[in-house]
């Protein structure tokens, strides 16, 4: 699974289904110099796969937002598929964003079969790797844009994808 951080914020991602006895589940935040865990951000990411449903998270440089990349359907109610994008401005006040996959996306049409992927360092577009057969075998660009339909392009690829990395350097 993932993990990020930003200044003493440590995001991390696993199967967990509970931290120091409270429920959170699949993402949390510990700060990472004194092992304090922050109850507030306390997403429900539902649906999709029971194991690895966040594949893979990263912060904004100035430590606004975070993106996720997972197998899940919805996020606290809300359907979300493949991505998300947390407001994480306020530590005691996480707050999802109004960003959504295009419901035409491979993404959104077959999460589960999401297996990574990376954001870009400048958090202006996330990639998706997916494996599912001859229909679903792609790379995926998804913009962070915070507004319904997000989807830059798709590359079919006919075969196993398992992991990105993405760059601002060309």
Known sequence: NDFAVIGDRLFLTGDFLTIEGQPIAHLAEINHKTAV????MNFTFAGG??????TTIGVKEDGTRLGVIGKFTSVNGNTMRGTAILD???PNAPTLTAHRTATTSL???NPNAIRGGAIAPDFSYMIITQQGGINFDAVIQIPTGET?????WEQKLRDS????AASDKA
């Open 37 to 40: 865990l922050n109850p507030q």
């Open 49 to 54: 796969a029971a194991w690895r449903k966040i």
């Open 88 to 90: 994480i401005s306020n």
């Open 107 to 109: 993404a959104y049409l």
């Open 148 to 152: 319904a339909g997000q989807l830059g």
């Open 161 to 164: 994808v398992f992991s990105a």
